[in-house]
Each structure stands twice: as C-alpha cells, then as structure tokens.
C-alpha cells in the first residue's frame, strides 16, 4: 500500500483532481487503461486518450519525476524486446489501438523538461489478471455465469495432453511490485557523467523522446534511468491454459468441474457478441461476456518474457501460481462467490404446487394426460368452471397464476444475488417458479440473515456471510 506524500496513485482522468494529485509527488501511476470497461463506446476512449495527455501536461507542470503507465497486453510488440507500441496486423479492436496510442503518448514525454525531467515508462500486463481486487475481468465474469452451469462446460475443441491453449497471467500482487520498482528506478538518481569536451545525449533510448544535447569542457549531466521511455512484458513468468486455471479456482470454491458440455468456438463468440450488444444498446451496464474472453480461453497466443523488467528494474514475480492461486480462492470466498446450496421446501410441496399448476393448465387449455389422471382433470374443469363460470375466466386465471410464479421467481433471483448467493440464484428462480410461496418464504431467510449480518457489522460486530 502506498503512504505518506511521496507516492501518489491516480486512477481515471477527471481534470478537477489532476492537478491536486500530481502537486507534491514525485511519482504517478495512471493505472487508467486497467479501468477502462471490457466495451467501451467511443466516448469512453477519447475521454481515456484526453486523459492520459491532461496527467502528462500536469506532470510535467508540477515536476512530477516519474510516470509509470499500465499499458495493455494488446500492443505486445515483441517477446524478446520492445520497440515502441506498435498495433497488431489487421487489429479492429478500438479499445487496443486507443491504448497503444495512450502509450506512445507517454513514452513520447519521457526526457521533458518543465521544470524538473519527467522519465516514463509503460508497464503492458499480460492479458489475464486475477487476484484478491479484480473486479471487473474476465475470472469475475466468468463466475457469474456458474449458476447457469458454466462448471460444467467446455469453450472450443479439447485439449491435447500438452495443455492446449497456454495464455500468460499475472496475479494483481505481481502486478503492483512491479509498478513500485518500475517507479523506484524511474525517480532513483544516476551516477553523473563528467567527459571534458565530450556530448552527452541526455534521454539517449528513450523512446521517441527529443535528446538533449550539451557540449562543453567539464559537463555534467544526469543519465536517464534505464527503464524510462521503455514498455515492458508484465507476467507471473508460467503461461497457463486458462480454462484449466479457471477449473482449479472453481474446485477451490467447491463447485464440479467435470465437463457435460462442449460448446464449439463459433458459438461461444456469437453468445459473446449478443452479450456486447446488449450492453451497446444500454439493456444491460456491463457484458457478462465479451469475445476478448473467449479468443482468450481457445487462441494460442505469443507468451513473452520477464527478463527485460527484470534486468532494468529487478522485477521478479514473488507470488508463485501455486500461492495466487490460494490467495484468490480466499478473496473471492470472503467475497461471497464460494458455492451455494438452494434450500429445499418440504417433499409434499414438490407434489402437490406443480400438480396443481398441471391441473389448472389442464382446466384451462386442454393437453396431453395420462389415462390414470384423466377423472382428476376432468374434476379441475368441472370444478373451474362451476366457480368461474366462463372458460376464459379459467384461462385467465391461469395466466394470472403463472405470471406470480414468474414475478416470485425474478424476486427470489434478485434476493439470493443481493445476499452474495451469485450462483445459487438461478436455482432460486426455478424453484420458486416451480413451487412459489414455499421457496419464496425460504428465500426470504437470507434477506433477514442478510440484514442482520449489515447490523452486525454496524455495531462492529463480526461480519458472517449469509447463508454460510
């Protein structure tokens, strides 16, 4: 965690605080690209690009020493080195080449002078993030889906023995050691070079940056940093598969990973895409899937390498996959994404609600019946229709039936989500559609757990998780 006055974390870009944030520090992290929503519209992105150009204009108006950026695995340009952001061939992802030219921006600025020397650098993690904070990626939307049985099912063709698919990940830990050393080496000081006679190229590999040049017996300056202008591979070092990464934090929370299912790539990426659209035409706040995560569950990609962050400021992934992955199961736990059980009614319920639905649509319109229950419907419609009079009454009256067990089903779905029960609430919705009042009276148990636990810790007391 970062204290005192020295360092300064800036996420997002809102012009008020900008300048109240860069006053004083001499190191800024704009993390902005990591906040930037799985489909951003356009306004989104160029309120992103203005941003990241109003922190360098305040960085370098408050003599701000250091700018670390977090880039994006998008504009990966090269395994062994780093060149520059460059854009992947025939690339249509908006949000990749905002962030590449985000980059380049604040590569550009490294060596600026006004009034102290600004050095940047870009940190580029690799495209799966986890941990104990992450949000809004793609672990987080791949458990919301679990309810619907997502444990049980498989995205694109099987797996050879080798694994497959292997992607790189970098656990959120490694990921914040990474930017303290990069912002450390940006700010530390460089020996001074002392050449009579000689030109020195203050900002000399600094990407894109105009060079300084001075001349003149005995000068002096101070050499950039060896990592300013640069953008550097962030990763944990060991690319994984990623379905079956997502297999071991599920078996952590104690859900089935046996697959039923195997759902080929093609739909899987339109699913994806509806789920996009649905968020473009403003139905829903935020995909539950985006086809960024699918072309990363079943598309091998270039893996790439610590050795550069390492070799030019130290950095070396100190949570192990083995511990990340311990430590994520623990957050999301606490986080109330562990399994869930739907609490069953009494077994005289499962017979005698759904029967009488049966017997009500059989009143109302007729179906098929079997030879042993034909008197009992006959007996629903005599009786219907004796209390009703009309057989559209009767019909009405079922759809009327149906709609509460439709209206007490979505309210015992939005219950169970509220209570952190994510993955439990679409077996709510079933059952309580299927029997009613009995599942609704049970639902409603973990809405008072819920509120007592809120009181709880109110009054400082121990937070316990509904339903636990």
Partial sequence: MLTGSQFKLLIGSDPCVISQVCTGADTVYLLSALDLPPSPNDSDLQAFTAGVSRVIECCLECGVEGLVFTSSSSVFSSAEKAQGPTEHEGEDDMKARAVARAEARVLDASGATSPSRLH????RPAAFVYGTSEKDGPLHRALSWVGWGLDRVAVGPKCPEDGGVKVDMVHLDNLAE???????????????????NAMVDVGADVGGAAAEQRRGPGSKTEAAPACAGKAYDVTDGQPRNPQAFLDEILDGLGFATSKLLRVPTTVALLAAWVAELLCKVGITTAPALTRSDIRGLT???????????????GYVPRVDPAAAIKRTVESLKRDGWARHRVRRPALAYWITNPGGIWLVTLAAFGGPCPAFAEPLARSAGHVGLRLLKEQSTVRAVCIAVYLVHVLEGVYAFRVARHAGHRDAAPGWFAQTFLLGFPSVFLVNDLKRAESTSKRSTSDGGQTKTPGS
């Fill in 178 to 196: 990474a930017h303290l050393l990069a912002g450390a080496r940006l700010k530390k000081k460089r020996a001074e070079t002392d050449a009579p």
């Fill in 299 to 313: 598309e091998a990609r270039r893996t790439h390498s610590n050795a550069r962050a390492q070799r030019d400021f």
């Fill in 120 to 123: 940047t650098c870009a940190l």
